[in-house]
């Protein structure tokens, strides 16, 4: 990327690329499995016997794909702190090679 791409507000950021990387790194997922087994028809028991099993069958689908969701949540928030770590350094390199050029550019006219 070169200095001429850049936007007005990302030449005014001020970002840490090593802080990103440390919160990119905390990141985890969670490490849960969900099994959703097959529950026997209730024989017996209380009358609310299928209400509850019905319940506890959709809560487990439904936790396991909240947790399947949570994790390329994560893992999407992770790869984009350490892009965005990447491009902010990348950035800044061409910011200051721009400044450095442009410097080096007035010293060789004034010699």
């Given at each position: 990327m070169?200095g001429?791409a850049?936007?007005?507000?990302r030449?005014e950021?001020h970002g840490?690329?090593?802080?990103m990387?440390r919160f990119?790194?905390?990141l985890?997922?969670?490490?849960v499995?969900?099994?959703?087994v ?8 209380t ?5 509850f099993t ?11 794909d ?8 994560i893992?999407?928030l992770?790869?984009a702190a350490?892009?965005?770590?990447d ?13 450095t050029?442009?410097v ?6 004034e010699?």
């Amino acid at each position: 990327m070169n200095g001429e791409a850049m936007c007005e507000a990302r030449q005014e950021m001020h970002g840490d690329p090593d802080a990103m990387r440390r919160f990119a790194e905390r990141l985890h997922a969670p490490g849960v499995d969900v099994e959703v087994v097959d529950v026997p028809a209730c024989q017996g028991g209380t009358q609310a016997c299928a209400a509850f099993t019905t319940a506890d069958a959709l809560s487990t689908v439904a936790l396991a794909d909240f947790l399947r969701d949570t994790t390329q949540a994560i893992a999407t928030l992770k790869a984009a702190a350490f892009t965005a770590a990447d491009d902010y350094e990348a950035t800044d390199r061409a910011g200051a090679q721009a400044v450095t050029g442009t410097v080096f550019g007035i010293v060789l006219r004034e010699v």
